[in-house]
């Protein structure tokens, strides 16, 4: 299931350091290559030996091993995964505020793989403001957690903050991160960012949108192995997606005449932009000089590319469309769906906090055609996007 798979393990000093040499020991059985980092403190719970003897290799522990440094920025880059399991109290704060005083948190900020961390600690400290404030930054890093299980705690307490078991804990990863691919085959069309509706050569009425959210589903549905065509609005900062073919658009009719042609050969389409709703009738060629205290621009109704899509859909094709609200969200997400005739809505509301335009993170409930509900909680659009593909997987393709 990890068959070549490389990953590091990062252990911290909690008490949940001790069930470390099983998730070695399951990750080694999975077929995985094993390199073991250790903060100073997770010394006193778990040992080097054991640990070095389970995953074949020697343990690491400091920047500088008698006369040798160790080149954290290597480590970091040798890694298809780097899982940091238990997460301290201590180090995670020390992840979310740039704090390097140790091996493991070097090859931190400087991993270019994917981190996951599983956080072990007591449950008035997994509650508290601070540990929470600290989650929600990693998130925001692009982080993925693994969330803590409730049950008996190191205090003698019961209560939420134990880590998960190991043997889950690389069940999740291999989904996660190695997942087989599912939609090999499949093509896939996703819309993103704004739309810029000229109103003059020099001014265009636009949005806020970043692209985000789109490029993050573009991204996901490329690793599931689909073949992805990205159609994507003036976001503000350039963006390449390696095996990702990008067509870049300015405005709503430029963006609905590209998706209705490629529509035609997509088996899933993934609606993600913030589309213009109105267009200026008609442009001014030359730049319109200032007169008077008014002015008016006439505006008419740009076409709807999820409900043009919705109309045009064949059996087996798939479309998905997003929902942003603020009011009477369930319902107005609910209408959307039957009236663009989409198989799914993605509602994300603006009273989230954390969700929608410009943010690193999303929280969104998918409704399906068939009447499915479900919620998530708040997320790096990263994960979101993995939900959102988990949940078409599972509708559509299994
Ligand atoms: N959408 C689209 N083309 C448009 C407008 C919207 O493809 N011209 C898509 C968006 O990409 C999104 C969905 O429709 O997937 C919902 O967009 P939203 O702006 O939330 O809703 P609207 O249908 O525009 O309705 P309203 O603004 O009245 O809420």
Redesign the pocket.
């Known amino acids: 299931m990890l068959k070549g798979k490389k990953i590091l393990l990062g252990i911290t000093g909690s008490i949940a350091a001790y069930k470390a040499p099983y998730i070695v020991r399951s990750l080694i059985k999975s077929g995985a290559e094993v390199k073991v980092i250790l903060t100073p403190a997770a010394k006193d719970f778990v040992s080097k030996l054991t640990l070095s003897t389970l995953s074949r290799n020697p343990v690491l522990s400091d920047l500088f091993d008698q006369d040798s440094w160790s080149n954290h920025v290597m480590l970091g880059r040798w890694a298809d995964l780097f899982v940091i399991a238990p997460l301290s109290q201590n180090t995670l704060s020390k992840m979310a505020n740039g704090i390097c005083d140790n091996l493991l948190l070097a090859v931190y900020f400087s991993a270019t793989c994917p981190v996951v961390v599983a956080p072990a600690m007591d449950e008035d400290m997994w509650h508290h403001p601070a540990t929470q404030a600290n989650i929600s930054k990693l998130i925001s890093f692009g982080n993925n957690i693994l969330p803590v299980e409730r049950g008996e705690l190191a205090s003698g307490l019961n209560g939420d903050g134990r880590m998960a078991e190991p043997e889950q804990i690389v069940k999740s990863i291999s989904d996660r991160f190695f997942l087989s691919k599912q939609l090999r085959g499949k093509k896939a069309l996703v819309?993103a960012g704004p739309t810029y509706e000229p109103i003059d050569p020099v001014r265009f009425i636009g949005n806020h949108s970043s692209g985000k959210m789109g490029i993050a589903i573009a991204k996901e549905l490329y690793n599931r192995g689909a073949e992805v065509t990205l159609v994507l609005g003036p976001v503000p900062s350039e963006v390449s997606i390696p095996g990702v073919q990008m067509i870049n658009v300015n405005t709503?009719q430029e963006m609905?005449d590209t998706c209705i042609k490629e529509f035609e050969i997509s088996d899933i389409s993934v609606?993600?932009?913030?589309?213009?709703?109105y267009t200026p009738v008609s442009p001014a060629k030359q730049k319109i000089k200032k007169s008077g205290d008014l002015m008016m621009i006439e505006l008419k109704r740009?076409?709807?590319?999820?409900?043009s899509l919705g109309e045009r859909k064949r059996p087996g094709q798939v479309v998905v469309?997003?929902?942003?609200?603020t009011t009477d969200e369930k319902n107005?997400a609910l209408k959307?769906l039957e009236e663009?005739n989409a198989d799914m809505i993605i509602l994300n509301s603006l009273k989230d906090k954390g969700a929608g335009f410009g943010y690193n993170t999303n929280k969104v409930t998918i409704f399906d055609k068939n009447g499915a509900e479900m919620k998530f909680e708040q997320k790096s659009k990263t994960e979101v996007a993995r939900d959102i593909i988990d949940a078409l997987i599972h509708f559509y393709y299994e």
């Open positions: 819309s709503a609905y609606m993600a932009a913030a589309v213009a709703d740009s076409t709807d590319i999820l409900k469309g997003f929902a942003l609200e107005n959307k663009k």
